[in-house]
């Protein structure tokens, strides 16, 4: 079984500065992707950024940056330069991918990002 | 391109009735994808869909069934309702299979059991 584990239920930042949300997870298996999701008030889910776990190097979109730290089951995401518009629930979410698909989310992160 | 389409966006039913979710996934996917999302569980996954063949399965009783089409479009079915079933359902379709893929997510159908 996989899980993923997403330890702070409400996280706040004030416009500008940076945060970081964390998440942990455990799976059995050595080849997965690890997700950040976000999903603002109008319930869209968006993806915000993905890692593959072969790779070392950690995955970078704009503001948003991972640590992965595989050894420790670790996949933290780091928001810089926090704006209004990234105030949103994140999901971090573990895939271990083959054929046995299934796509395995944290309790969620709800973020309040304050002018 | 359009997204992801779920109709209905809202729906209530009472104990003991069933229920039909429809999802569009946008155009060129073969892949769709259902979750259940509550409160108290948070996200979880049911079933995909893939060239008309479920692919996988998630914990789920046997109530909760699905199919899709040969357009790819996909229904998931809700028999004998009961008030846990109460949540917010999401489709996700992708290029190829969820596995190996991008999946992008619909707004969601509301679904409350009376």
């Known amino acids: 079984a996989q899980t993923v584990t997403q330890s702070q239920p409400e996280m706040s930042v004030q416009e500008a500065e940076t945060v970081t949300l964390s998440c942990t997870y455990d799976t059995s298996e050595s080849d997965y992707y690890l997700f950040w999701y976000k999903q603002p008030p109008s319930r869209q889910m968006i993806l915000v950024i993905r890692q593959e776990a072969y790779k070392q190097q950690n995955a970078t979109e704009n503001r948003f940056s991972v640590n992965f730290q595989k050894a420790a089951k670790s996949f933290s995401l780091k928001i810089s330069d926090s704006q209004l518009g990234d105030a949103a629930m994140y999901f971090c979410a573990l895939n271990s991918g083959g054929s046995n698909y299934k796509l395995t989310f944290g309790k969620g992160t709800l973020l309040t990002v304050n002018p | 391109k359009a997204g992801v389409t779920q109709t209905p966006r809202y729906l209530i039913k009472t104990r003991g009735q069933q229920v039909t979710l429809s999802c569009s996934p946008i155009s060129g996917h073969r892949s769709v994808s259902w979750y259940q999302q509550t409160p108290g569980q948070g996200l979880q996954f049911l079933f995909e869909?893939?060239?008309?063949?479920?692919?996988n399965k998630g914990n789920f009783p046997g109530r909760f069934s699905g199919r899709q089409f040969s357009n790819s479009r996909s229904e998931m079915n809700v028999s004998t309702l009961e008030l846990g079933d109460s949540a917010l359902y999401l489709c996700a379709s992708s290029l190829g299979l969820a596995a190996l893929n991008e999946q992008f997510f619909g707004p969601g159908t509301r679904l409350t059991v009376l």
């Open positions: 869909y893939f060239s008309e063949t479920q692919r």
